[in-house]
């Protein structure tokens, strides 16, 4: 069982940075595939970035290339998301999840663990 939770989340005008954190419990968060997905008003769940469980490689959707940076501290079990040059179609709840599939994916449905969220605001 892993227990998320999800922190950093604000209101920043477009341009702006943040930074969210999630907080694994246990002791198996290196076992674990993690990603950042998110939701829109209105919309349907999107796949933000994943990061591998122990070699730390990183796969980003095209809409945050170049602009998000996920990361990964596996000491202190938590999982971080850089967000920079925010846009105000980055507003979302932003949520982190956890995986033990064998390799990372996209898909939400195959994460087995999801933190309650925190909401991003950009405004223009």
């Known amino acids: 069982q892993v227990h998320l939770v999800e922190s950093g989340g604000g209101a920043v005008q477009a341009g702006g940075s943040l930074r969210l954190s999630c907080a694994a419990s246990g002791r198996t968060f290196n076992r674990y595939h993690m990603a950042w997905f998110r939701q829109a008003p209105g919309k349907e769940r999107e796949f933000v970035v994943y990061i591998r469980r122990t070699s730390g490689t990183t796969y980003y959707a095209d809409s945050v290339k170049g602009r998000f940076t996920v990361s990964r501290d596996n000491a202190e079990n938590t999982v971080y998301l850089q967000m920079n040059s925010l846009k105000p179609e980055d507003t979302a709840i932003y949520y982190c999840?956890?995986?033990?599939?064998?390799?990372?994916?996209?898909?939400?449905?195959?994460?087995?663990?999801w933190g309650q969220g925190t909401q991003v605001t950009v405004s223009s």
């Open positions: 999840a956890a995986s033990g599939t064998s390799v990372p994916t996209t898909y939400g449905r195959l994460y087995d663990y």
